[in-house]
Nanobody, 120 residues
Framework: QVQVEESGGGLVQAGGSLSLSCAASGKIRSIGTMAWYRQPPELRRELAASITSSGSTNYADSVRGRFTISRDNAKKTVTLQMDSLKPEDTADYYC??????????????WGQGAQVTVSS
């Protein structure tokens, strides 16, 4: 029905920057909130940042001021720009998108995850 494909991530030294992108496709009538979650090794998945269809953003306290989430509604993409990265930002990052399909069904779709590793 709806798919999301993530790109970006990788290995970076502390203080560096990385960018993650996510593109949604499929039977999309509308997209509501687009978000990035992260799951550090052996810890629970947590919300890193989210952005609504109107552009309102929400950030975890741990990333506020360092990460920036943005979206392109026409391209159905969401980007997470990560600056001043710290070793504790090391995690698998997951894109999550919700909305309504062309069949008028609500959906929440998750990506496969992108690995981000920050070395000290």
């Amino acid at each position: 029905q709806v798919q999301v494909e993530e790109s970006g991530g990788g290995l970076v030294q502390a203080g560096g920057s990385l960018s993650l992108s996510c593109a949604a496709s499929g039977k999309i009538r509308s997209i509501g909130t687009m978000a990035w979650y992260r799951q550090p090794p052996e810890l629970r998945r947590e919300l890193a940042a989210s952005i609504t269809s109107s552009g309102s953003t929400n950030y975890a306290d741990s990333v506020r001021g360092r990460f920036t989430i943005s979206r392109d509604n026409a391209k159905k993409t969401v980007t997470l720009q990560m600056d001043s990265l710290k070793p504790e930002d090391t995690a698998d990052y997951y894109c999550a998108v919700d909305g309504v399909t062309t069949d008028l069904a609500r959906y929440t779709t998750w990506g496969q995850g992108a690995q981000v590793t920050v070395s000290s």
